[in-house]
T-cell receptor
Framework: GQNIDQPTEMTATEGAIVQINCTYQTSGFNGLFWYQQHAGEAPTFLSYNVLDGLEEKGRFSSFLSRSKGYSYLLLKELQMKDSASYLCAVGFGGATNKLIFGTGTLLAVQP | EAGVAQSPRYKIIEKRQSVAFWCNPISGHATLYWYQQILGQGPKLLIQFQNNGVVDDSQLPKDRFSAERLKGVDSTLKIQPAKLEDSAVYLC????????????FGQGTRLTVV
């Protein structure tokens, strides 16, 4: 079966850097996604990794190691508005394009 | 480009009643997902369509939940009869293809069963 693990909660300070880890087990891996979800809102897409390595997009970066079944999301220069849940999701199943989510990491940014 | 549309935004029903949710995906997106998100948890996949065919409904409680995507465009998800534990946000998402797999979400329907 498929399994995704990520920490339940994290706390960080405004202006700092935080790394949110995600480990997964799946078959027919298509890629790994990170979504941001503010309370009461729908998830919004942050990043997508299909090959090993680091993808940088402004203050957010995402890393993937397929051999280790491991990814992380790195948030730099944290702002209060970054307080949200961060969802790790795995695409799998080849052409069927299946997508499952982890339980999410609730990040609290403190002044 | 219009996003994923869902309705209604909110619904309150009594247990044992029935309810239906509607989703219109982004134009041209072949894949449509229905997720259930209970407060404090990640989205749980209920059913996935590829065009008008079901790809995965392994976690859909088929004794009470049903979904269809006639004509491969919009979709409805129905619960009959509802239970208290069905209280959740029901999210619809769509994506283009496996080669362009980013999923876009609608605003969701918040269901409260009392």
């Amino acid at each position: 079966g498929q399994n995704i693990d990520q920490p339940t909660e994290m706390t960080a300070t405004e202006g700092a850097i935080v790394q949110i880890n995600c480990t997964y087990q799946t078959s027919g891996f298509n890629g790994l996604f990170w979504y941001q979800q503010h309370a009461g809102e729908a998830p919004t897409f942050l990043s997508y990794n299909v090959l090993d390595g680091l993808e940088e997009k402004g203050r957010f970066s995402s890393f993937l190691s397929r051999s280790k079944g491991y990814s992380y999301l790195l948030l730099k220069e944290l702002q209060m508005k970054d307080s949200a849940s961060y969802l790790c999701a795995v695409g799998f199943g080849g052409a069927t394009n299946k997508l499952i989510f982890g339980t999410g990491t609730l990040l609290a940014v403190q002044p | 480009e219009a996003g994923v549309a869902q309705s209604p935004r909110y619904k309150i029903i009594e247990k044992r009643q029935s309810v239906a949710f509607w989703c219109n995906p982004i134009s041209g997106h072949a894949t449509l997902y229905w997720y259930q998100q209970i407060l404090g948890q990640g989205p749980k996949l209920l059913i996935q369509f590829q065009n008008n065919g079901v790809v995965d409904d392994s976690q859909l409680p088929k004794d009470r939940f049903s979904a269809e995507r006639l004509k491969g465009v919009d979709s409805t998800l129905k619960i009959q009869p509802a239970k208290l534990e069905d209280s959740a946000v029901y999210l619809c998402a769509s994506s283009y293809t496996a080669d362009n797999p980013e999923a876009f979400f609608g605003q969701g329907t918040r269901l409260t069963v009392v």
